[in-house]
Nanobody, 116 residues
Framework: QVQLVESGGGLVRPGGSLRLSCVAS????????MGWYRQAPGKQRELVAR???????YYLDSVKGRFTISRDNAKNTVYLQMDSLEPEDTAVYYC??????????WGQGTQVSVSS
């Protein structure tokens, strides 16, 4: 079983920054991709950013140029640096790990609130 533990959410003013972290732990798993989804009240969960085992990345159009995803392979950790935050970024952010086709795991979620 794989567990994901997130940290780094909070309340920030528009234009501010936050960094989310997610640590994966467990036995005998490989990482195909790690990433972050978010879900705002009344909206569907959406993929914000993903980093693949080969180093390739994906970003949601609305966060390109503001968010940066990175990883520390030795620590099985993925980070999401969020700059120039906007009220529209307010959501619960979920860490996601894909270990293979049809195999994925989720963190418990961390609240990000952007408000003046």
């Amino acid at each position: 079983q794989v567990q994901l533990v997130e940290s780094g959410g909070g309340l920030v003013r528009p234009g501010g920054s936050l960094r989310l972290s997610c640590v994966a732990s467990g036995r005998d798993f490989s990482i195909y991709a790690m990433g972050w989804y978010r879900q705002a009240p009344g909206k569907q969960r959406e993929l914000v950013a993903r980093i693949f085992s080969g180093g390739g990345t994906y970003y949601l159009d609305s966060v390109k140029g503001r968010f940066t995803i990175s990883r520390d392979n030795a620590k099985n950790t993925v980070y999401l640096q969020m700059d120039s935050l906007e009220p529209e970024d307010t959501a619960v952010y979920y860490c996601n790990l894909v270990t293979g086709p049809g195999y994925e795991y989720w963190g418990q979620g961390t609240q990000v609130s952007v408000s003046s």
